[in-house]
């Protein structure tokens, strides 16, 4: 193989156990394979791949990935997505809130800053890291039809797993006024827009790590699955099959009064 593209076309299936030929038209990215179970469960689908590196599963146009974690196998994913040029990736993300946000918000986020390093590896340092804003429109629309409210700012994304305890890291964040801190956002951005594949992302609070009695605990997490993550789910994959039915580009968009 001497090709991006004879590479990806070979590792993707590799990778997930699924063919080429058998994925939607339309991504859902997440770190969780209980998201990727309870997708199976609504569409009563199989799950490819329990024996690979990340797991699929796929119905109505719409197939979700659990990739695993951290900005290195979000950019693997989103290379691979060039396989089948997909009309849009939506990540489904957890996240550390960083300002007024709960345990259980959304945060929908209109930036990333690069804070990771993979990205660097595919744009220079001053390319921002955008979704699309297509996308992130119709996320929101999904969002209201739910009856639920998202705040709207920037996500940090670092590959430091472990921070919680650095109190000149912390202050950084502050300074920097992000609303969150995550390990991909920024990353699906810039290999998204690198491979010229329509991207955004929908992030969940799951904890707030800048206050001792607000990091990221085995309980804590359990509570958020069972409380947040079903209708975090739903509203990724109402959004993309609204997109799947109108048949709209998410790539450019025509402001028109």
Known sequence: MTTKEQIVENWLPRYTGTAVEDFGNYILLTN??????MF???FKVKVKGRDRAMQTATANDITIINFGMGSPMAATVMDLLSAISPKAVLFLGKCGGLKKTQVGDLILPIAAIRGEGTSDDYMPAEIPALPSFRLQS????SIAKHKLDYWTGTVYTTNRRIWEHDAAFKQYLQDIRAMAI???????????????IPHGALLLVSDNPLVPEGVKTE?????VTANYVQ???????EALSEL???????KHLRFEN
């Open 219 to 223: 309980e804590s997490d359990r509570k």
């Open 182 to 196: 995550d390990m991909e956002t920024a990353t699906i951005f810039i290999v998204g827009f690198a491979n010229s």
């Open 32 to 37: 969780f394979v209980n998201y990727v179970d």
């Open 244 to 250: 799947a039915c109108s048949g709209e580009s998410v």
């Open 40 to 42: 199976a469960e609504k």
């Open 138 to 141: 119709t996320v929101s629309a």
């Open 231 to 237: 209708a975090h789910l739903d509203i990724g994959i």
